[in-house]
């Protein structure tokens, strides 16, 4: 079970197409993974909701395909 | 999720003001998010209760339907849904956990 760093990526910009996004695979195992995103989706909502809109992105491979996944997140 | 996992979900943040749903124990955690989580806690000198979901499969589904967020560790204070383990770690560093300790009225040490 894990992921490359292309498909996070590739899932996160079809849901937010102006993000940036800087992944950083954290363990070499392509299964602990680091992401910043920084999107205008994100102005005006609280961290959890900007939190949980990367991972709906994720369609449900959060805490299944894809063991971990630090979040951070900024608004543009 | 099961009306009996839902409620004991429910009693837990209800009884505790500060609820730690956890990989683990805080003195035996099992994963680097919620030992990172505990500790944090744990430094600040909060009374919270550390719920080790890996004791029941239906509490570790559960907890993840109930707060509509896919991982843990998940924090709750006075019964809201504070975060995960980045978005404590962020208001831990920011300042704004302490803060919204303080407003929620609960005891933590603060900085010299």
Aim: one cysteine or more.
């Amino acid at each position: 079970m894990a992921m490359d760093i292309k498909e996070i990526e590739t899932l996160i910009k079809e849901a937010m197409p102006d993000a940036t996004i800087e992944i950083q695979d954290l363990a070499g195992d392509s299964n602990h993974y680091s992401a910043t995103i920084t999107s205008s989706k994100f102005s005006g909502k609280s961290k959890i909701e900007q939190h949980k809109m990367v991972y709906n992105s994720l369609k449900g491979k959060m805490g299944n395909e894809l063991h971990a996944l630090a979040i951070k997140t900024k608004e543009q | 999720m099961d009306d009996n996992t839902k409620n004991l979900i429910q009693s837990h943040i209800d009884t505790n003001e500060v609820c730690l749903f956890m990989k683990g124990t805080p003195d035996a955690p099992q994963c680097g998010f919620s030992m990172a989580v505990s500790n944090m806690l744990k430094i600040l000198e909060v009374n919270y209760k550390g719920i080790n979901v890996l004791e029941s499969q239906t509490l570790r589904e559960g907890i993840k339907e109930f707060s509509d967020w896919p991982t843990i560790p998940q924090v709750y204070v006075k019964g809201e849904f504070v975060g995960g383990c980045d978005i404590v770690k962020e208001m831990y560093e920011n300042g704004e956990l302490q803060k919204k300790l303080e407003l929620k009225g609960i005891n933590f040490k603060k900085k010299d």
